[in-house]
T-cell receptor, first 113, second 112 residues
């Protein structure tokens, strides 16, 4: 079964540092997403991406965040200057336009110290 | 208006029993209601989903019941098994956006 692959599985970073979280969506999917889940809390939408541009973003997705599809397979989330409150599990997802159902990756646990 | 309220927060069920998780929403524009299952250390996985033109959808032991007038939907797990122990999230979405609004999650434990 096709999978969404995320790397790394765990990243520890110093406050104020930049991090890049990487994702390889399912190859024939056209919509890409980032969600985050603070420990023990609900999954929250960050951003959706289609046709090489952001289609929607939440209030969480401020100027410190950016997304990019640098080539035909990768989809990245960059956090420019990490804060302690950015510590969370970040999930990438992708979907086929014909179906609302997402496929999520296994996530990257980001710990900001 | 964008919230999806989920209950209970946690649930313990005996093996073979029925697990019931409820969700309620306010935004009548929502037109897609999926349920996701999440095991520790893994991403949410789509379990079953429903659209408001049907009142019930069944896939194996999992059934979604949908009450449009009450703006509520629920997940029923029949013959619950220890392997069903996971966190379950309801979600909602609507045409024109592909983002999900997730409920707060229900941690289900099925006792052997």
């Amino acid at each position: 079964e096709p999978e969404v692959t995320q790397t790394p599985s765990h990243q520890v970073t110093q406050m104020g540092q930049e991090v890049i979280l990487r994702c390889v969506p399912i190859s024939n999917h056209l919509y890409f997403y980032w969600y985050r889940q603070i420990l023990g809390q609900k999954v929250e939408f960050l951003v959706s991406f289609y046709n090489n541009e952001i289609s929607e973003k939440s209030e969480i997705f401020d100027d410190q965040f950016s997304v990019e599809r640098p080539d035909g397979s990768n989809f990245t989330l960059k956090i420019r200057s990490t804060k302690l409150e950015d510590s969370a599990m970040y999930f990438c997802a992708s979907s086929d336009l014909t179906d609302y159902g997402y496929t999520f990756g296994s996530g990257t646990r980001l710990t900001v110290v | 208006q964008q919230q999806v309220k989920q209950s209970p927060q946690s649930l313990i069920v005996q093996k073979g029993g029925i697990s019931i998780i409820n969700c309620a929403y306010e935004n009548t524009a929502f037109d897609y209601f999926p349920w996701y299952q999440q095991f520790p250390g893994k991403g949410p996985a789509l379990l079953i989903a429903i659209r408001p033109d049907v009142s019930e959808k069944k896939e194996g032991r999992f059934t979604i019941s949908f009450n449009k007038s009450a703006k509520q939907f629920s997940l029923h797990i029949m013959d619950s098994q220890p392997g069903d122990s996971a966190t379950y999230f309801c979600a909602a979405s609507y045409s024109g956006t592909y983002k999900y609004i997730f409920g707060t999650g229900t941690r289900l434990k099925v006792l052997a």
